[in-house]
């Protein structure tokens, strides 16, 4: 048994049903069928013929037809939905990042049950400042030619500092 992998842009093939008609030309064939037995049958005269049907029923057999027509591999019907679609849609789009469309939705949280004493903790910690003597040693090798020092990034923010010393 031989097996071959089907592309992905393939998928939209039609099946053919009966000759040369796929399921859409063949449902379209049928709606005029069965929608011209249900005006037959539901409009007064009740099964009975009258001018009015017949123009019904011929009007929508003319109209299923015409759109199960294939033009360049499609159903006219499809071409219809393609340029109604093209049609309907909005002529200038107009960009506001202040919109809230697709933005999640984070819950308030309320502070009024926090004490207001771990607020003020958490606002008062801060990074120890280096005393006199160290800072004007840290500028120092900062500024020593000897000394290899890289700062570099990474695609999360963190930075990471490389120190090294050159002997000579």
């Not at 008609?21 to 049928?30: E, K, N, V, Y």
């Not at 360049?72 to 919109?99: A, D, H, Q, S």
């Amino acid at each position: 048994m031989r097996s071959t992998v089907v592309p992905a842009q393939v998928t939209t093939v039609e099946d053919r049903v009966a000759g040369n008609l796929g399921l859409s030309q063949l449902i379209l064939f049928a709606i005029p069928i069965f929608g011209g037995s249900l005006l037959f049958a539901a409009l007064p005269p009740s099964m009975g013929v009258a001018t009015y049907k017949l123009i019904v029923i011929i009007l929508a057999t003319t109209i299923c037809s015409i759109m199960a027509i294939r033009i360049k591999g499609k159903l006219l019907l499809f071409w219809m939905i393609i340029i109604l679609r093209y049609n309907l849609r909005p002529k200038y789009y107009l960009f506001n990042k202040n919109t809230s469309a697709f933005r999640e939705d984070y819950p308030e949280i309320k502070t009024d049950n926090i004490k207001d004493e771990t607020i003020a903790v958490k606002e008062k910690i801060l990074l120890p400042r280096l005393a006199v003597p160290e800072l004007v040693m840290v500028h120092a090798s900062l500024d020593d030619p000897t000394r290899n020092i890289q700062f570099e990034t990474n695609k999360k923010g963190g930075l990471y500092v490389r120190y090294t010393e050159i002997e000579e």
